[in-house]
């Protein structure tokens, strides 16, 4: 019976009564109606593949799939036989077209497509064009099937099935891959090919949709490419879910793994700044926010699916639409009936990483009640993140008052642009932006963790030491890596603390590293905003710059200046926010300062020019410690500044070894903090004491933070 996939025909009549009642579906339905309806008085054009991304042809496919998706719908709710003649007469022309094409001329190292440069287009072309064969199905000719199964749909699948590789992977490639084969057989009874997509083309449960749902999500949702590449996976997920719920209920997809595509979506929110964007972690564009397609059929279907959280219909109000299904129809009829809606919360919140939740994390640390003051402080302590991941270990990301502050370059790539190695990854995404350099880390010895090697990276993940977001005002959370380099451990513990002594948060940063011989180490920080004032001696290299290194990331960054660290350094910078930050950071006078800007060795421009500051240190074990301070503001309109120096002046470390760190944060009227930190012991209950010979210190707990009024 058709349709049977997102639309059934008990939900079509429901949504044909009901259409016009509920102003957020009717508007979406009459935008897409009077699309469609112009599209169909127009040529129609099934142009021979020849383009890459961003290209004619290709850019021409998409619109294809996307022009009979929507007519299909438009069909089963009008009735109306023009949607349905628009379809067949395009389904006729790719019926004659894709027997006769072979392997894309613009296919590359991916699984090459014949429609599309990669498979990955193609199962997204099937995904959407199955859909509106579905709504057509017993409008159609037995002839006309018989064609298109024989000519497109069955060649595409088998294509696809012969990849096997490909089609087994555990990967947002292999969800589109199996999500596209199998809703096919839902459509045309073809239980070979939903079988294959439940369970692997071996039918051994090691590939394939279930297996997908196992490995790539964590148990409480976080999805281990990171939250760009959860987002497109959410697409087939959530419809295959559907398309399977309403097919083969016995599998109850929906509470699979405890309901783990509910926890995908809710742990994916929290995962955004306030304005929506996706962290950039791994290979990501922060253009990707939360408006994207994904996030509207997602969030309609677990409205609509689970225990109707109206926490949800925020972001469905500011989405604008809705997906033309009966879950469509449930959340827009839910929010027609509210006066108001509950604004979304963003929350301190820990992910686990890995299927079994025992793979490091990404921990997320937040102070304000409203998200225009809202501090974000992200740290990432996650495994490596299959072909997505970067080399990045105990990297962290800050975002304050909306904006980027310290920030993750995220991936080389522009997408969809022609001109742009036909939108694919750019080279300069494994020469810089996956290496470590790239990110807010130690490097030692100019070499990125685990020498840039994915195969080494996956076998070892961080083990996270602490984590506590107990109290608002004093957050933290804490991780080691013993693995990314031999015979190197790294230690990083990250606060965010809010105290009566500054007007914001301020972040702090204690980095130790332990080796038994000498390195070279650097840290980098990558700072969104104009530099107001630096209280360091340098040389500006402003007639001839250099590249930092010769490889690894460093052969992309010029050097713009270079000083020598004076005890505590004070880089002051003015962010789009039109609020200073000041980072202040501990080294003494055998430390190197460096100012960098990434675009060395960069003949295409492919990379943005964004500027950063490094502290490189010889040693074999090193501390270094740095406090981000929010302060003061600048009005332009107006014309005033108020507060453009920070408050704090210096910062010391009191005591320092394996077992114990003890530092002071002094504000320029002697009032402070000391943090103290136990390195080795996370008991809750421990007492330590540290006699240093000038001082005798005792706390309890991991770590502890004591006020210097």
Known sequence: MHPNLLLTKKTVEIIRQEKDKYPLFHNTYQKIKNYIDSVIAEPMDVPV??????????????????EMYYAGILYQITQDEKYAVFIRDMLNKYAELYPKIGQHPQSKIETPGRLFWQTLNENVWLVHTIQAYDCIYDWLSPQDREKYENNIFNPMCEYFMEHEEEF????????????????????????????????????????????????????????????????????????????????????????????ILKKTLNALLQQTNTNGAFFPINDALKEKTWQSEELVIASNLIYYRYDKDDNLLSLVNEHGRVILSYAG????????????????????????????????????????????????????????????????????????????IIQDYGAARFLNIDQKFGGRYLPENKSYAM????????????KSHFDGKRSRAEKF??????????????????????????????????????????????IVDVFRVNSDTEHQYD???????????????????????????KSNGYEHLWVTAKGKGNGVSSLTFLS??????????????????????????????????????????KAKNHLIVSVIEPHGEFNPTLEYTKNSYATISDIKVLYNDGNYTVIEIINEDKSGINLFIANNDPSKNKVHNINTGNAQYSWKGPIHLKYIN
């Open 461 to 506: 993940h961080p083990e996270e030491y602490l984590f506590d977001i107990s109290d608002a005002n004093f957050q933290y959370v804490s991780a080691k890596e013993k693995n990314a380099y031999k015979g190197i451990e790294l230690h990083r513990t990250l606060a965010l603390v809010k105290s009566h002594q500054h007007d914001y948060p301020i």
């Open 168 to 259: 087994n992977r555990i990967h947002n490639h292999g969800t589109w891959m199996v999500t596209a084969v199998g809703m096919t057989g839902l459509v045309t009874q073809n239980d070979k090919y939903v079988q294959y997509s439940l369970y692997g083309t071996h039918l051994d449960g090691k590939g394939g949709f279930i297996k997908q749902l196992d490995l790539l999500f964590s148990p409480d949702g976080y999805y281990t490419e990171g939250p760009y590449y959860a987002r497109y996976a959410l697409w087939p997920f959530f419809i295959y879910a559907e398309a399977l719920e309403n097919n083969k209920p016995e599998l109850k997809i929906y509470q699979y793994r405890d309901s």
């Open 576 to 617: 789009d926010n039109n609020r200073f930050y000041t980072l202040l950071t501990t080294c003494d006078n055998s430390t190197d300062i460096y100012l960098t800007q990434i675009g060395a060795n960069d003949k295409n421009y492919n990379l943005r020019n964004e500027q950063g500051i490094m502290f490189r240190k």
């Open 49 to 66: 593949p020849k383009d890459a991304g961003g290209g004619y042809t290709h850019e021409k496919h998409k619109q294809n799939y996307n």
């Open 329 to 404: 129809l449930v959340v827009a009829k839910a929010i027609a009936k509210r006066e108001s809606l509950p604004e979304f919360k963003w929350k301190s919140i820990k992910f686990s990483d890995g299927a079994d939740g025992k793979q490091g994390g990404l921990a997320i640390l937040r102070w304000g009640n409203n998200k225009e003051e809202l501090s974000t402080l992200v740290f990432k302590y996650a495994s490596h993140g299959l072909s997505h991941g970067h080399y990045d270990r105990l990297h962290f990301l800050y975002y304050d008052k909306g904006s980027e």
């Open 523 to 549: 840290l980098p920080y990558y700072f969104m905003g104009h530099i107001i004032d630096i209280n360091f001696d340098y040389e500006a290299y402003d007639n001839q710059r250099v590249p930092l290194g």
């Open 435 to 446: 290496q470590t350099i790239a990110h807010n880390t130690i490097v030692a010895d100019e």
